[in-house]
């Protein structure tokens, strides 16, 4: 193949969509949110979350050329996990409100879940901060855990409401 | 240039001795270049899911005796660059799950590949001169949650099947061929690959691709021309998680089978045919992670492939090779790399009633130290002792000495 063929080829998609390159990937997932209720804004974390996890599970898996470093790639996965599950943990303490917990009994056991939830929030975090990918996935793990108990808790009550 | 033989190993101790001597950077810097991070745009890209990479590598080569030519020493040199652009257009673009890769290649000279005559290039990715050539583009689309992957374009089958964590890739690991990879003829050229997990413990994959494009070549003169030219390989990946007692020790058993549509003349005839068939096994284990190593895989690892080819068309039947390879062995230098290999290659009977009935295997063995000596910058004193090497029966033991320089930008 001639070499100008494929790299002006390449470089054409690469600018076509390069408008979404224009801004950080903080500003083009998060910007949304902006205007979202805190229920919404926990929603999509968490979807970005998992979606980040599964990127980098993906990565670990892939077939890819020897030479490339993989390695950068990982970091740069690693680096939005932890931003994102610091704003997951940020936001964490508006849930109880937000789910509208009736029963006192009922919000002290949800206060007490979110507490929780952030504090393996702010674990997943440093692990991923760290550059440390398999602790990081031990960490999601444990927060998808809190989210799977919390959820089954607390959303058939709400969905009943 | 001429150099004794008795002088190789002394080589090669002083050159990595001189390296001991330099201090280590701190692991944080591993993934840094020699260019750095300017202004964070390295960072940012990135971040937004575009990856562009850019290696050298230098190949000086001596051999020190034996081969296809006298008993005298001989100077090589070829060198390589790679140009990777990898692009997560699910980060960039929002087109969930689809990736595309661009390698842009060089290489030149054969060093002294001539020179040993050996069937195993003791110097792979010494072929042929070439400025600048394309050796992947492809996209990838990703399905029910990365479980199922489907990659298309201009295809490396290197880069898909026959993998190896300890031995597959002569800019980082083992240079000889056999080392690198076995008998698997693994084509570039246009075609399609199916990637499927379906359980975290299991990976298939099946291949196709154009068996008779060339180097340079775009391939579309090829690709569609007959059937029977068409290469086909599956294979199924086995993935285990052994415990120890400093964690998770990865490894990795592979089971292919593949079907060469290269044309090859088949021995003591005049006919040629495509669609041989072959069958291999490679595998790579971590056998031992050391306490402090955290992420990283620093440790004991140990590898081995197997493999047959066609007896009327391959010049090798049998092929066999294993090793070990020590992440951070010394103290101090976590990111440096020890590893001894050893291949034998088996002719096949039919080749030596045909051609030369004094061939009968070919040995190899290849020692190296990887320096990492500053971010960006390895350097690799190699050391490899090649016996027998084919394919007549008139080569004698070859000893070669090369200085691997990896500099990434």
């Known amino acids: 193949m001639p070499p100008w063929l494929a790299i002006c080829g390449t470089a054409g998609v690469l600018l076509l969509v390069s408008g979404g390159c224009s801004l950080p990937a903080e500003e083009r997932h998060e910007r949304p949110l902006d205007a979202a209720s805190e229920k919404e804004a926990h929603a999509v974390h968490s979807e970005r979350l998992r979606r980040v996890m599964q990127s980098l599970d993906e990565l670990a898996r892939e077939r890819l050329p020897q030479s490339l470093d993989v390695g950068a790639m990982r970091e740069a996965r690693l680096r939005e996990v932890g931003r994102v599950a610091r704003e997951i943990a940020a936001r964490a303490g508006s849930i109880p409100a937000a789910a509208g917990a009736a029963e006192p009994e009922m919000f002290r056991d949800l206060v007490a879940r979110t507490e929780d939830f952030q504090q393996r929030a702010l674990a997943l975090a440093a692990s991923a901060e760290a550059g440390d990918a398999r602790a990081a996935r031990e960490k999601a793990r444990a927060l998808e855990d809190a989210c799977t108990g919390c959820h089954e808790q607390f959303r058939p009550a709400h969905r009943s409401r | ?207 196709v691709v154009d068996g008779d494009n060339r180097p340079g070549r775009l391939g579309f003169d090829t690709a569609f021309d007959d059937v029977d030219s068409l290469t086909v390989h599956a294979e199924a990946t086995f993935r285990a998680s052994l415990r120890g007692p400093n964690g998770e ?63 009327d068309t391959s010049a090798v039947e049998w092929l066999w090779s294993l090793g070990v390879s020590y992440l951070g062995l010394l103290p101090g230098r976590a990111q440096d790399t020890l590893a001894l290999g050893l291949y034998q290659a088996i002719a096949s009977d039919r080749f030596r009633a045909a051609h030369d009935p004094a061939f009968d295997r070919e040995t190899g063995f290849e020692l190296y130290y990887a320096l990492a000596l500053r971010p960006g910058l390895v350097v690799t004193p190699d050391l490899q002792w090649i016996l027998d090497p084919g394919p007549t029966g008139a080569g004698r033991n070859a000893v070669i000495a090369t200085l691997r320089v990896r500099l990434s930008f």
Do not use: C
């Not at chain 2, 030519?69 to 673009?93: K, P």
């Not at chain 2, 002569?170 to 690198?180: A, I, P, R, S």
């Not at chain 2, 549509?261 to 045919?273: A, D, K, N």
């Open chain 2, 1 to 207: 240039m001429r150099l004794g033989p008795s002088r190789a190993p002394l080589l090669v101790a002083l050159l990595t001795a001189a390296g001991l001597g330099m201090p280590q950077y701190a692991h944080a810097a591993e993934r840094s270049t020699l260019v750095g991070d300017p202004s964070g745009w390295r960072t940012r890209t990135a971040d937004a899911g575009l990856s562009v990479q850019l290696f050298a590598n230098l190949f000086p080569s001596w051999k020190l005796r034996g081969g296809a030519t006298d008993e005298g020493g001989e100077l090589g040199h070829s060198a390589s660059y790679d140009l990777l652009v990898h692009a997560d257009l699910g980060e960039l673009a929002g087109m969930r799950g689809t990736t595309l890769l661009l390698h842009v290649k060089g290489q030149y000279d054969r060093n002294v590949n001539r020179d040993v005559g050996a069937i195993s290039d003791p110097i792979d990715d010494a072929d042929f001169d070439e400025p600048i050539y394309v050796d992947q583009l492809w996209a990838q689309q990703s399905f029910l949650g990365g479980r199922l992957r489907l990659r298309a374009g201009f295809l490396e089958q290197q880069t898909v099947f026959d993998r190896n964590a300890y031995a597959n890739s002569e800019d980082l690991q083992f240079l000889g061929t056999f080392l690198d990879n076995g008998l698997v003829p693994l084509p570039n050229g246009l075609g399609i690959a199916l990637i499927a997990a379906p359980t975290p413990w299991l990976e298939l994959a099946l291949g």
């Open chain 2, 249 to 311: 020790l990865p490894g990795n058993y592979r089971l292919g089978v593949y079907r060469d549509g290269r044309e090859r003349v088949r021995f003591g005839t005049t006919q040629t045919r495509r669609g041989a068939w072959g069958a291999y096994l490679s595998f790579d284990q971590l056998v031992l992670r050391e306490a402090s190593a955290g992420g990283s895989p620093e440790g004991l690892g140990v590898f081995a492939r197997a493999g047959r080819a066609d007896p």
